[in-house]
């Protein structure tokens, strides 16, 4: 399988829980070729998520947990 992270607030996020069915398309340049992955989104358990995210440099964690994916900018 591949590992997909995205914030479980984003549009994306909420967009793959209501359609759990994903296409990803990957360019291959020194092959000229493309990959097209289909199938089945599912979100990691509790411990995996804790797992992969203790392995992020503080620095991407705090990155992260800046990020506001999804949410309105105020005007």
Known sequence: GILF??????????????????????WLPLHQREVILDGM???????ENEHYWGTLLRERQLRFLTYRSG?????
């Open 71 to 75: 949410e309105p900018i105020d005007s």
């Open 5 to 26: 992270f995205t914030q479980k607030r984003s549009r994306k996020a909420k967009e793959l829980r209501e359609n759990p069915l994903a296409s990803m398309t990957l």
């Open 41 to 47: 989104v599912i979100s990691l358990s509790k411990n």
